[in-house]
């Protein structure tokens, strides 16, 4: 089994900056991607960011490009997604996921889910 648990959570005000992390542990997958989904109260969870595992390829929500950016440390097996300039709406309960391929991925192809973490933007 597979364990995803995401950290860097918080509140923060608007035009502040975050940094998610996601560590994965547990037996061997064969995984090629990894991204973060993000799913408000009421809403379809929506995609983030993902990134291939190699860090070659990257993929982002149009709603996020120029503001967050996802990357890898394949060493610690964890994915991180540092987020500036976040806005009110940026506030929701973050996901991490891994999925077969980032095409996939992107597209809600996904494999495993962490638990969630919680980011609050205030204005």
């Known amino acids: 089994q597979v364990q995803l648990v995401e950290s860097g959570g918080g509140l923060v005000q608007a035009g502040g900056s975050l940094r998610l992390s996601c560590a994965a542990s547990g037996r061997t997958f064969s995984s090629d991607a990894m991204g973060w989904f993000r799913q408000a109260p009421g809403k379809e969870r929506e995609f983030v960011a993902a990134i291939s595992w190699n860090g070659v390829s990257t993929a982002y929500a149009d709603s996020v490009k120029g503001r967050f950016t996802i990357s890898r440390d394949s060493a610690k097996n964890t994915v991180y997604l540092q987020m500036n300039s976040l806005k009110p709406e940026d506030t929701t309960v973050y996901y991490c996921?891994?999925?077969?391929?980032?095409?996939?991925?992107?597209?809600?192809?996904?494999?495993?889910w962490g638990k969630g973490t919680l980011v609050t933007v205030s204005s």
């Open positions: 996921a891994a999925g077969r391929s980032l095409t996939s991925l992107t597209n809600g192809g996904v494999t495993y």
